[in-house]
Every structure is written in C-alpha cells, then in structure tokens.
C-alpha cells in the first residue's frame, strides 16, 4: 500500500496549486513537504522485496533499485521545488502554475517508470511521461523552445513506438510475459544472437539512453527554463533509461549470461563502442560550444553512456557502480543547472566567456561549479569519485578495456571543458 501511496503523493501537488494564489508560501512549504513525506516512507521500506499487481498488465515492484532511484527522485524534487520558489520570479512567474502542474505528472510517471514491475509497466510509464514533459520544454513559448519541443517529440515518440515497443512484445514471447520476479526459460538463454539483438533494441529504444542515432535531442532542450533542465538531466527522463536498463539486465538478461555476451564483440560486446563513441562525441562538442547550458546538457549524454557501459560490464560491483553514478550525477548535476539558471536570469547571458569574466566576482559561484563538475568527472575524495573509480576498476578487473578507455579519456574531456568556468 504504501508504494502506491509514494507513486501518487506528487499528484497531491496539484491539489495544492489552489492555495499557491492565496498563500505563496504555504505553497512551496507543503510541496516540499510532500517529497520529505515521500522520503520517510520510503526509509521504512528499505531492503523489502514487495510486488503489486494492478491488473494482469500493470505490476508495481519494490525492490533496491527502484527503492533508491525514487529516494533520488524526491530530493532532486525538493531540491528544485527550493531553487523554483525564487527563480520563478525572474523567469516565469505567470507561468508557475502550468510548471508546477506538469512538473507532478512527470515525478508521478518517472516514480510509475521506477516501480515497474514488468515490461509492460514500464511501457505505460516510460511513454505516458513523453507527452508531459513537453509543456515543461517549451514553457517559454518563443520559437526556439517551440523547436525545441518538436524535436523533444520526435526524437523520444518515434523511437518508443516503432523500436522500445516492437521490442517488448519480442520479449514478452520469448521470456512468455515474465514479470521481473519470475524465473526466466531456458530458452530464452538459448538464443545468444537474439537476445543480443534485442538488447541493442532496448538501449537505442528507449532514446531517453541518447544513445546513437538519439544522441542529439537532449542538447537541444536548452531553451527549457532551469529548474525543467536540472530535473530533465537528473531524474524525470534520461535517469529513467538507465533505471529500467538495469532491472531488465538484472531480472531478465541476468548478469552472468550478459557477461558471456558482453565478451563477444558480435553479440553485445560492440554496443560498449556505440556508447563509448557517443561519449565521446558528446564531450568534444562540449569543448566547442560558448552556451553554459549545451556544455551542461552534452556532459549529461556522456555521463548516460559510461552508466550504460558499466551496466553491459555485468558484473554486481559494476552496476553498483552505474547506480551510485545515478545518484552523484543527478545532484551534480542539478546543481549546475541551477546555477547556469542564476546566470540566465541575474545576466541575461549563458555566454560562457561572458560568464568566465563575472565568475571573478562570483566566487561562491564559481567554487559551486568546480565542485560539482570535478564530482561528475570523478575527481578524488568528492562523491562522483566513488562511483566512477568502482566502474571503471570493474571495467579493468573483467577485461572491458574499451569501457574503461573511453571512460578515462571522457573524464580528462570533462575536467578540460569544467575548468574554464572557473
């Protein structure tokens, strides 16, 4: 019962919006009660395995991955709930009541997306989410987020009907429509080039992954207002990728038959070189660009392939590794969006020179975006540290040695195109 509680707590926000005209503060005060709400209730369901079946299509699960990634996603809520109560007056304060509405119906299908039990669960979710993230895109309403939001579409719609969903009814036949509690036939492990296929599917698929040929969309949803950019990068889309590729490596696939099959460059040994590639591909346009919020938003397609990378490493120490990436990123993350937000605000200006100049006053500001980008890099002794150091010894231990070079050079990448904002 209380899963059900978590996943709809953030459509109570809604219910809030009527008082928000009366009292902005007991507004924001009670939303981001709710997400401290969620967080208690979540802290009493740790290491519980519970499942709940809606209907013979819809599964609700709990279990150590959904059970953290939705902690996640209730702190990036609160956080962003905090940064919104003052930014909305430079930006969008007209506009506060459709942010916050959208922005519910997002945490509540991205929370749906986490606790899926099933494939078919997480379809509903994962496509129910696209659709809504799309007023948050373009909340601005000028052309360029227009554009911004077609391309959103496109790029997100197209690859879950005629790729993630074509996929899911092959693996609903082969593994006979197993929930993620249930054993998996043997024959579904009969199947190696098949099953190998079907994988590539799920991560080019789900474009959320920005995977190549889907690498390009999330760049472009820049002229979406900060507090949209820092959960777009967090928890509320691309996350949601990396969340549901590790319950389908782990229920279905299961870690030492994708072993097998990660050692073999035909099978899915080469998808750690499209995700590598992409990495890269990222960071040198991160190099290029002069806008603080595309740099931003490139990292973020560089970060989601070495998750993925990690995650086709299949070992237990690995996908730790990819869900400890999860949590430091999304925070990180956030946190230089937020602050990319005060510039574009107090300045007018997401100029990178233009901001390198008043960063010399801005010290704190400054300090805040050498902490959190050093953190996404890796760098010793801060939080990211930890996660990308357990990948990529993992990635060296089990002979993955592609997916630790593109690892090590991605983050030297990083450092280049951090410091500077210094």
Same mark, same amino acid.
């Given at each position: 019962m209380k899963i059900l509680i978590i996943t709809c707590i953030p459509l109570l926000s809604i219910f809030l919006l009527s008082i928000k005209k009366y009292s902005r503060k007991l507004f924001y005060i009670s939303v981001c009660s709710l997400s401290l709400i969620n967080i208690a209730l979540l802290s009493t369901l740790a290491n519980q395995f519970q499942k709940i079946s809606l209907c013979s299509f819809l599964v609700i699960l709990l279990d150590k991955y959904s059970w953290f990634f939705v902690i996640v $996603?209730?702190?990036?809520?609160?956080?962003?709930?905090i940064y919104?109560?003052?930014?909305?007056?430079?930006?969008?304060? %007209?506009?506060?009541?459709?942010?916050?509405?959208?922005?519910?119906?997002?945490?509540?299908? !991205?929370?749906?997306?986490? &606790?899926?039990?099933?494939?078919?669960?997480?379809?509903?979710?994962y496509l129910l989410s696209i659709p809504l993230i799309y007023p948050l895109i373009t909340l601005r309403?000028?052309?360029? !987020?227009? %554009? !911004?939001? %077609?391309?959103?579409?496109?790029?997100?719609?197209?690859?879950?009907? @005629?790729i993630l969903l074509p996929t899911i009814i092959l693996c609903n036949y082969l593994t006979h429509n197993a929930n993620f509690s249930d054993p998996i036939p043997?024959?579904?492990?009969?199947?190696?080039? @098949?099953?190998?296929?079907?994988? !590539?599917?799920?991560i080019i698929g789900m474009s959320k992954n920005c995977i190549f040929p889907f690498n390009r969309w999330?760049?472009?949803?820049?002229?979406? #207002?900060? #507090?949209?950019?820092? @959960?777009l990068h967090s928890v509320a889309v691309v996350k949601i990728g990396s969340i549901s590729l590790i319950k389908i490596v782990v229920y279905i696939y299961h870690l030492d038959f994708l072993y097998k099959l990660s050692h073999n460059f035909f099978m899915t040994g080469w998808l750690t070189y499209l995700c590598g590639f992409s990495a890269l591909y990222a960071a040198?346009?991160?190099l290029k660009t002069d806008n603080l919020k595309v740099r931003f938003s490139e990292s973020t397609v560089s970060q989601l392939s070495y $998750? *993925?990378?990690? *995650?086709?490493?299949?070992? #237990? *120490?690995a996908i730790l590794g990819a869900? @400890?990436? $999860?949590?430091?990123?999304? *925070?990180? %993350?956030?946190?230089? &969006?937020?602050?990319a937000g005060y510039y574009n605000s107090i300045y007018k200006t997401v100029s990178i020179k233009e901001i390198s100049q008043i960063a010399t006053k801005k010290k704190l500001l400054s300090l805040s975006i050498i902490i959190s980008g050093l953190s996404i890099a890796g760098f010793p002794f801060l939080a990211g540290y930890l996660s990308k150091d357990l990948m990529l010894v993992e990635e060296l231990h089990s002979g993955n040695y592609a997916a630790a070079f593109f690892l090590i050079l991605g983050s030297i990448l990083n450092l280049m195109y951090i410091f500077p904002l210094a």
């Open positions: $996603i209730n702190v990036c809520w609160l956080l962003t709930t919104s109560f003052s930014f909305v007056r430079y930006d969008f304060q %007209k506009k506060a009541k459709k942010f916050h509405f959208y922005l519910s119906l997002t945490l509540f299908t !991205a929370t749906g997306s986490s &606790f899926a039990g099933n494939l078919n669960t997480l379809f509903f979710f309403e000028n052309e360029e !987020a227009k %554009k !911004a939001g %077609k391309n959103y579409l496109l790029n997100n719609l197209a690859p879950a009907l @005629l043997e024959s579904f492990y009969q199947r190696p080039y @098949l099953t190998s296929l079907v994988l !590539a599917l799920f999330l760049p472009a949803s820049t002229p979406a #207002p900060a #507090p949209v950019t820092a @959960l040198f346009k991160a $998750i *993925i990378t990690a *995650i086709l490493t299949a070992t #237990p *120490i869900k @400890l990436h $999860i949590i430091t990123h999304s *925070i990180a %993350k956030s946190c230089l &969006f937020f602050i």
